[in-house]
């Protein structure tokens, strides 16, 4: 007797909790009615997302016999379709040909721009300008859903401090408060707050958790970190993307704790949807699930079950789900409970979209045509890309160039429009993008140009092919090395300056592009070292997806612009820079090394027990015997054809409260000659707290422009949120005692402040 009581007021309980997570979850009175009349095999068919291929496949599977499956009513989603007449197709077979006629989610990677192809994120986030990327990401779901597609595989905000790992070109870079203001102005401007609107996508926070982590810079390796490293370096960019409503997660390839993040309930139920309050849905990425099987945590139908009670809800590519929950359920290893709460959560994301009411929302064949590729977007693109360049080092004051210069434009980059639109573009035309070459002649019909490729990109043929694996992106030349140096040498006889684009093809960096040496290949360097021998202006135009390691190049008497992949707009806003039409900008937000060796790099280091001496060497201290501790690049570090200059730094109070907010400001003059802008940085210093603290951390910027001679007062906002650091129980506090300031314009910024928190 005792017992049934005990097992009703349990049964109770477990409905009660069941309906108010439902609550919680938006219970959508048309999503409800909808589940009430699905069976089981209709849920799990919702979950499972598939790619008939034809696009880019990131993984070795594609998915087969996809219009069979939508009738059967196996598939909640297609991703790699693009076109409003195919998706209009692919829905009507959803809505007419299926039982219950739910529309499909159309997915695609669209992660620096749709058509109009902008710079790759990395170089994007050293524009450090928010407003300009949430616009880039507005565009890009302008066009994209013009396409035909509602549900973005993107931000990719992983934190990334090993540039051998290729994928640190997708990402914003090394820094957790940059990273989490470029993760909430990228959903702002792919949703919008508003996915009824035809223009808006649903955004997709990823890879959670921890992928930029993985040992060795090698992709799809282990991570392993503590929490509270974990919760201050790594999470806070995926926690901002979803607080600012990021309406889907997608699951890493790596293991977090031992266990795969697309089966870590920890992860997916515990820290995402308890603590974090996330309501959307956690799709897989490409196989994650299958993949747990060569993780070594069981079969097909073991995964695809932990998957699911982990709080995973959708399974790409792999079908997984598809072939084994029913099993799972008769067996009692997954509740049928646990599916229609990700069924659910799907059926929501539908209804947001607004899919339940019209179908076809995305299917308007007008929209290409008046959207896509506009003079307004590639203008965009232009001016994200020019403000996405990292001025390294003006020799000579080389820069910016006469547009009547003759100019030796050399290099295996300086004709290339394969190379331009950087990684993961796979829905931009390189073929559509202005190459440097025609960018110079386009922004100075008066120079004299004369063009020389000067050397192949790499003369390894083996890494080619690797590199090659989605079209030619490194093509090797007929003519020998010799030759092309000679040609290129040739070029430079009479010119005023040389110009080399140089570095990596698109595909030398992004996903399984992991690199254990990232100088500039050999075959280039020798043509650089030959150019500076000449003894003209020469200025390299460097491309790349990642920091390099270019200790050598920067020692030699040339200019260096860093240009990342610039997109579709490239040789445009490579020409507008060069030649003075924009000032360089752009600020580093990931640190060069001075080699390898010294990775994993980054600029809030602690000082450790044994901080290195400023200078020379001295044993038992926490320093190389072969380099210094300093990157090569500082963090934020970036140079302008002007100067400027720091002064008056100042806090609005010497002591504040809990709670309270504290203001800085310093007046920034413009000290050169050229009107330019400069990007502001404050970092703060927590000098004692209960656990060690970083010697300094970014906690602010803003972008100034400054007309040459001008002083502007800068006032930056400390707020209260910005003190504070997860403990070691994991809470989130600020702790009472001194903090030190520092503003400038990069992360060696010397100017300081204090003030004391009681
Ligand atoms: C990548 C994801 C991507 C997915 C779908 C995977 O290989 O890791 O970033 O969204 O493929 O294309």
Known sequence: MK?????????????SFGTAVAQKQQAIPEVEALLKKMTLEEKIGQLNLLTPGGGVATGSVVSKNVEEKIKAGNVGGLFGVSGPDKIRQAQEIAVKKTRLGIPLLIGSDIIHGYKTTFPTPLGLSSSWDMNLIEQTAQIAAKEATADGINWNFSPMVDIARDPRWGRIAEGAGEDPYLGSQVAKAMVRGYQQKDLT????????VKHFALYGASEGGRDYNTTDMSRVRMFNEYLPPYKAAIDAGAESVMSSFNDVDGVPASGNKWLLT????????????VVSDYTSVNEMIAHGMGD??????LSINAGLDMDMVGEGFLTTLKKSVDEGKVSEETITQACRRILVAKYKLGLFKDPYKYSDSKRPKRDILTDANKNLAREAARKSFVLFKNENNTLPLSKTAKIALVGPLADSKNNMLGTWAPTGDPQLSVSILEGLKNVAPNAQITYAKGANISNDSSFAKKVNVFGPRLEISEESPEALLAEALKAAENADVIVAVVGEASEMSGEAASRTDISIPESQKVLIRELAKTGKPVVLALMSGRPLVITEELDLPVSILQIWHPGIE????????????YNPSGKLTATWPRNVGQIPIYHSEKNTGRPAPSEDFEKFKSQYLDAPNAPLLAFGFGLSYTTFDYQNLQVSKKEIAQGEAIEVRVDVTNTGAYDGTEIVQLYLHDVVRSLTPPMRTLKGFENVFLKKGETKTVVLTLEADDLKFYNGSLDFVAEAGEFEIFVGGDSNASLKETFTLN
């Open 3 to 15: 017992n049934t009581l005990r097992k009703f007021l349990l049964f109770l309980a477990i409905a």
């Open 300 to 305: 097909l139908q073991a995964v695809s079950a």
């Open 197 to 204: 609107n035809e223009a808006t996508m649903i955004a997709t």
């Open 270 to 281: 515990d820290l995402l949807r308890d603590k974090w309050g996330f309501e959307g849905f």
């Open 570 to 581: 490239a040789g445009n806003a490579v020409a507008d820079v060069l030649f003075g039409d």
